[in-house]
């Protein structure tokens, strides 16, 4: 079935890259994403990515595909303290409408 | 446009009342998703509309759930019955139906829901 795997917790200091990782299972997910929540939000996108592609920058943020290991990452240059929230992982399921979400990975910025 | 607006935003019911939320979708989107999310989980799907229509049900949204978008514009979720595992953070989001907004699917801010 469908699943969306992430680690739970990630602590890095102001200034420093921040990397959450993502595996997902289903090989014909045809769109990844990054959404972001802070606390008693909804979530925010931040970026996504089709699967053809293996890299997308945007800014700070830049997105890795590994197709093959079904492995996704965000990296986040010169993490600032305003980071700190939790990050989402998804998959655009094999129906046309829902998004499939990892737990979150809580993203902490130390000063 | 203001993006995805969610009402309430906080709400406290007890155990066997019915509850309704509201969701306005980004003006120009066709589709509009509900999502329900737990504390420490990440929201799951229960359905889906294009336009009026809805097209998807997940196995979450019991028979106690009905959710409804008459005018393809805003959408209703009514929960009967409320449960005390019914707790949780109700999202909406909408996108739209051709070319990159078709897969950018954005969120309002949720309905906190609160049983007792």
């Known amino acids: 079935g469908e699943d969306v795997e992430q680690s739970l917790f990630l602590s890095v200091r102001e200034g420093d890259s921040s990397v959450i990782n993502c595996t997902y299972t289903?090989?014909?997910?045809?769109?990844l994403y990054w959404y972001k929540q802070e606390p008693g939000a909804g979530l925010q996108l931040l970026t996504y990515?089709?699967?053809?592609?293996d890299m997308k920058q945007d800014q700070r943020l830049t997105v890795l595909l590994n197709k093959k290991d079904k492995h996704l990452s965000l990296r986040i240059a010169d993490t600032q303290t305003g980071d700190s929230a939790i990050y989402f992982c998804?998959?655009?399921?094999?129906?046309?409408?829902?998004?499939?979400f990892g737990k979150g990975t809580k993203l902490s910025v130390k000063p | 446009d203001t993006g995805v607006s969610q009402d309430p935003r906080h709400k406290i019911t007890k155990r066997g009342q019915n509850v309704t939320f509201r969701c306005d979708p980004i003006s120009e989107h066709n589709r509009l998703y509900w999502y329900r999310q737990t504390l420490g989980q990440g929201p799951e799907f229960l359905t889906y509309?294009?336009?009026?229509?809805?097209?998807?049900k997940s196995r979450l949204l019991s028979d106690r759930f009905s959710a409804e978008r008459p005018k393809g514009s805003f959408s209703t979720l009514e929960i009967q019955r409320t449960e005390q595992g019914d707790s949780a953070m109700y999202l909406c989001?909408?996108?739209?139906?051709?070319?990159?907004?078709?897969?950018?699917?954005?969120f309002g801010p949720g309905t906190r829901l609160t049983v007792t």
């Open positions: 990515i089709f699967s053809n592609m």
């Open positions: 289903d090989s014909s997910s045809t769109y």
């Open positions: 989001a909408s996108s739209g139906l051709r070319g990159t907004t078709s897969y950018e699917q954005y």
């Open positions: 998804a998959e655009k399921g094999r129906s046309q409408g829902n998004l499939i």
């Open positions: 509309f294009q336009n009026e229509a809805q097209l998807e």
